[in-house]
């Protein structure tokens, strides 16, 4: 095994989905291997926007008369945690629940 398979054993093999046969993940794996630095950013990069998007959509369905700030803050929020975002954007931005 390589030094950076077993360097990192989770990415490399614990979490391949219980669903995928070992031939999928070594083709996934391949694949990924050959991304160039800026494949790989641009990759993260949109992962990265469709979680928040993902995250939206459940604060919008939690609460449907919010506005575009407050939405942005309760993302905000559940990305930070409670304290942290406290310290950041203080304690009451947020309408009461």
């Known amino acids: 095994m390589p030094c950076v398979e077993s360097c990192f054993p989770s990415y490399y093999g614990w979490m391949k989905p219980a669903d995928?046969?070992?031939?999928a993940w070594r083709i996934l794996l391949?694949?990924?291997?050959?991304?160039?630095?800026?494949?790989?950013?641009?990759?993260?990069?949109d992962m990265s926007a469709f979680l928040?998007?993902?995250?939206e959509a459940g604060v919008r369905a939690d609460y449907p008369l919010a506005s575009e700030r407050e939405v942005f803050l309760r993302v905000t929020q559940r990305?930070?945690?409670?304290?942290?975002?406290?310290?950041?954007?203080g304690h009451d931005v947020l309408p009461d629940e």
């Open 79 to 89: 990305t930070l945690g409670s304290e942290l975002f406290a310290k950041v954007y």
């Open 20 to 23: 995928t046969s070992p031939e």
């Open 52 to 55: 928040r998007s993902v995250c």
């Open 30 to 45: 391949d694949i990924y291997r050959r991304m160039t630095p800026d494949e790989k950013l641009q990759r993260t990069i």
